[in-house]
């Protein structure tokens, strides 16, 4: 089964890094950065939003420290295997089995023109962009399963 971690990065102000072995044989960790304060803000069933980040090494998965380069430090808040629903290019949802979420995750992509009507990808309905263009944006959310 793949592998998650969910880190709390603080550099510049505090986020967390969501972080899953991707599907195949090399397996680097997909990574989103979801922009909230603390941890049970993720538990909290909220529609957040996310930032798509480079692919990391998977040392990340048992690593706890400072990040080479001043970018400052991360905890790992929780740990554990997942199964995959769906993996495609602008949706993932897993059912993780962690030590503190136990649960559906999803994160979907969805384009925005700014107007604030957004879109709707994987049942995660998008937020407006402030200050208009053509933005993509990625959302989190966590949901117990029954």
Not at 9 to 16: A, E, I, L, T
Not at 58 to 79: F, N, Q, W
């Amino acid at each position: 089964m793949p592998q998650f971690v969910i880190l709390e990065h603080r550099w510049n102000g505090v986020h967390f890094d969501f972080m899953v072995e991707s599907p195949g044989e090399n397996r680097p960790l997909r990574t989103w950065a979801i922009d909230v304060e603390s941890f049970e803000q993720l538990r909290s069933g909220l529609t957040l939003p996310a930032r798509s980040l480079p692919d990391h090494r998977r040392e990340y998965l048992t690593y706890e420290g400072p990040i080479s380069g001043d970018r400052g430090h991360v905890t790992r808040c929780d740990e554990g295997v997942c199964e995959v629903i769906c993996w495609e290019h602008q949706g993932v949802s897993l059912r993780v089995h962690g030590r503190q979420l136990d649960g559906l995750v999803e994160l979907a992509e969805s384009a925005s023109d700014g107007s604030g009507t957004g879109g709707n990808v994987s049942g995660i309905a998008s937020a407006s962009i402030a200050g208009g263009g053509s933005t993509t944006c990625w959302f989190f959310s966590f949901g117990k399963l029954r």
